[in-house]
């Protein structure tokens, strides 16, 4: 179990919805895990980068608007995130 190193609490696993602009618009993200204590302190768990590679993957693609998806779905897609950081460096 991990505590926090400022005030010594556990912290609580939560999720929340998380937005981002891109080039073309906006990204929210929900469902996004992060750890958080009663000090609230708040650490984002390493799903950043599969937002972070979709956020590419949709400037790339010209996309314009908003986009709304699950952290799940996203996973589930693309269960490697270099994939989307990399999309064209490998054979499928
Ligand atoms: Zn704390």
Avoid: N, W
Wanted: aromatic share 8%.
């Amino acid at each position: 179990m991990t505590h926090c190193v400022r005030c010594g609490g556990e912290y609580k696993h939560m999720k929340k919805t998380k937005t981002d602009s891109f080039k073309g618009g906006s990204l929210s993200v929900s469902e996004f895990p992060f750890k958080q204590c009663e000090c609230e302190t708040v650490i984002s768990l390493s799903d950043g980068i599969l937002m972070d590679g979709y956020k590419m993957l949709l400037e790339r693609d010209g996309v314009i608007g908003r986009v709304s998806v699950t952290l799940g779905k996203l996973k589930e897609r693309y269960p490697r995130p270099m994939d989307l950081i990399l999309p064209y460096s490998q054979a499928r």
